[in-house]
T-cell receptor, first 116, second 112 residues
């Protein structure tokens, strides 16, 4: 138990569906992240939120839409995805100190997404 | 963009053996971190290194921040079956929005 909970753990969707991934952290952290993990590739940073404000969008296609209503919750809204978007989506949190996002990330267990 | 070269890609060892893996970069980093990912789980932080030349241990794990700030290694002594998983290195450069750059990972298999 890392203190970061992701739901659902598994999701299968068609290319025309709209679905959402949810992340909740119970650590009191003020920064939250979405990462994409594909086979044989490094973890790819997608979005960063600091104090509920998006501070990083790593050139992510608009079919992925993040939402951070408060510092404990993070969503990733999905629509009209492509099969190549199938991957493990990881949420993480950290404590921003002294103006820096520490690299000490706490990850959730991930949401395994399959796009048919 | 920055890239980390992590090696080896995979290792098959016998229980009790020592393991060594490393990461190199053409760019300098201010922080090096090592994570482990168990099957079906998210990565978990093992060791964080903040100073060039720093050597840090966490139980049977030892990691070092290279003096040039362009490399780091992780050693595991007396491996046990629960060491199985994927080990990732990550570098962080201050001032670059503090983003982490991850290696591709080393898959470790330990035969009992």
């Amino acid at each position: 138990e890392t203190g970061v909970t992701q739901t659902p753990r598994h999701l299968v969707m068609g290319m025309t569906n709209k679905k959402s991934l949810k992340c909740e952290q119970h650590l009191g952290h003020n920064a939250m992240y979405w990462y994409k993990q594909s086979a044989k590739k490094p973890l790819e940073l997608m979005f960063v939120y600091n104090f509920k404000e998006q501070t990083e969008n790593n050139s992510v296609p608009s079919r992925f839409s993040p939402e951070c209503p408060n510092s404990s919750h993070l969503f990733l809204h999905l629509h009209t995805l492509q099969p190549e978007d199938s991957a493990l989506y990881l949420c993480a949190s950290s404590q921003k100190t002294g103006g820096a996002n520490t690299g000490e990330l706490f990850f959730g267990e991930g949401s395994r997404l399959t796009v048919l | 963009g920055q890239q980390l070269n992590q090696s080896p890609q995979s290792m098959f060892i016998q229980e009790g053996e020592d393991v060594s893996m490393n990461c190199t970069s053409s760019s300098i980093f201010n922080t090096w971190l090592w994570y482990k990912q168990d099957p079906g789980e998210g990565p978990v932080l093992l060791i964080a290194l903040y100073k060039a030349g720093e050597l840090t241990s966490n139980g049977r794990l030892t990691a070092q921040f290279g003096i040039t700030r362009k490399d780091s290694f992780l050693n595991i002594s007396a491996s046990i079956p629960s060491d199985v998983g994927i080990y990732f290195c990550a570098g962080q450069l201050w001032g670059s929005n503090y983003k982490l750059t991850f290696g591709k990972g080393t898959l470790l298999t330990v035969n009992p």
